[in-house]
């Protein structure tokens, strides 16, 4: 029989096959995740529109803002794109614009956990007061390190962090100032690169050849006692944002009240105004603390816990810091923290205040930035500003527009400079070439200026060549 003799073939799926989603951006992995030197999500958003060799700026104008459900940026004008590159901390913080840049961005690579690059598992309980600084601070020799090595170059978030001053691994203090043109530069621009100066594109490594002799290695050096404390920091800071996996939620702000009875249960039997004048931190605000009506800024969990020789995460943990035995402490064997030894001094206000207008009357070249002010008069900054905040803006507004004008003075002088320079050259039969003049220069570093490149022009035309 014929039909005896049918093959049957193999037949044809015509079910749609499932092609997993793209991604509208590149997956480019986050650096270091899970660990303390995961990547901050500013520098993340910088790598990522490096790889798609575009600016920053044209990344979030045209891919991410479209995305972000924030009111302030519903218009999307030049206006509140800035608004959102000055808010840029709040990107690695605890609130509404990092959970909305978080969403976009994962929706754009289809990269998960990208909230590990910023704090908001910790959103409960640590306030953002204080916590991140606005410009950004970088190691010099981790850079370098990182170039040499071929390795990425990127932004720790840990780096943004207000407590952390110094790299515990190079043992010196992080930067806040271009070594080439001695500016601070915020923490996200429009063309901004991790490792660059986003304000004279220069590179932020250190040579370590430079590293046993350079000024600039002098002040960078940390102090034996100043590194026992920075190193404590960084390696409790960084305990804990490598640690969410260890949560199976995110720790809810009751938990540091319910930590702060306990210890003050077992350090002080419950004596809270004892505990508040060991730990020197006024008793209304500790009852605060422990009562839950307020929360302690970042620093201030950092002083307690430096005090009772605990981690961050142990005052998480309630259950853990129950199980932890406790020395005890007395004002005599209690440790301080470097920071904290110096005792603070009481605010004359009248000597201050005359301080003050002294230097804003004075004519003083250059004059001083409100930090040398507040450094020789032996206050904190913020503490002079909290005074006389009139006053504290007059002395940095003079000694902006001292910097403007010299800026001026400067760039009139070189244009006087490449003036003569391209008649001499003429007059001894060369050729001004850029080049050639650029040679001569005192600082041709100017001639990047468009005014000092019109005086090269017009004087090369007034010769005629
Ligand atoms: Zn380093
Ligand atoms: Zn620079």
Redesign the pocket.
């Known amino acids: 029989m014929l039909t005896n003799e049918l093959t049957t073939y193999e037949y044809w799926d015509l079910k749609k096959v499932a092609i997993p989603s793209r991604s509208h951006l590149y997956q480019l992995e986050p650096v270091g995740l899970r660990t303390p030197m995961v990547e901050s999500l500013t520098g993340y958003i910088e790598r990522l529109a490096e790889a798609h060799c575009v600016p920053p700026e044209v990344l979030i104008s045209r891919t991410i803002t479209p995305l972000l459900k924030q009111i302030f940026l519903k218009s999307r004008t030049s206006r509140d794109l800035r608004s959102l590159f000055d808010r840029a901390t709040a990107i690695n913080g605890t609130g509404d614009i990092a959970i909305d840049l978080v969403q976009a961005l994962q929706n754009l690579t289809l990269i998960e956990d990208l909230h590990l690059l910023t704090l908001l598992f910790w959103a409960e309980v640590i306030p953002t007061r204080n916590l991140f600084r606005t410009q950004s601070a970088w ?5 370098e ?1 990182w170039r040499l090595t071929k390795q990425v170059i990127y932004k720790p978030l840990i780096w943004n962090i207000n407590s952390v001053k110094a ?6 203090y ?1 930067c806040f100032q271009c070594p080439h043109c001695q500016q601070e530069f915020p923490l996200l621009s429009w063309r901004s690169q991790p490792g660059y100066c986003s304000k004279c594109g220069g590179w932020l490594g250190m040579k370590l050849a430079a590293k046993s002799s350079s000024e600039y290695m002098d002040c960078l050096t940390v102090s034996q006692e100043e590194l026992q404390w920075q190193t404590w920091i960084v390696e409790v800071i960084g305990e804990l944002i490598s640690s969410t996996l260890s949560f199976n939620f995110p720790p809810a702000k009751e938990e540091i009240a319910k930590s702060l009875s306990l210890v003050i249960d077992i350090v002080t039997d419950g004596n809270v105004a004892e505990f508040a004048r060991l730990m020197e931190i006024p008793k209304n605000t500790l009852w605060m603390w422990q009562t839950g009506k307020a929360l302690p800024v970042l620093d201030m969990l950092l002083k307690i816990c430096y005090c009772l020789e605990i981690s961050l995460l142990d005052l998480l943990k309630p259950e853990q810091l129950a199980a932890k035995s406790f020395k005890k402490i007395s004002h005599k064997t209690i440790r301080r923290s470097a920071a904290q030894r110096v005792s603070p001094k009481l605010f004359e206000a009248n000597q201050v205040q005359d301080a003050l207008l002294a230097i804003l009357e004075s004519n003083n070249e250059p004059p001083p930035t409100m930090e040398e002010v507040a450094t020789s008069l032996g206050y904190n900054r913020r503490t002079i500003f909290r005074h006389f905040p009139d006053l504290c803006r007059a002395i940095s507004a003079k000694y902006l527009s001292y910097g403007k004008a010299c800026h001026k003075e400067k760039i009139q002088q070189s244009c006087r400079e490449v003036k003569q320079i391209v008649l001499k050259l003429h007059h001894q039969g060369e050729y001004p070439s850029e080049a050639r003049v650029s040679e001569i220069m005192a600082h041709p570093g100017y001639l990047r200026y468009k005014q000092v490149r019109a005086a090269l022009n017009e004087t090369r035309r007034e010769i005629g060549v």
């Open positions: 190691c010099a020799l981790c850079y390190e790299c515990h691994l190079h043992k010196i992080l």
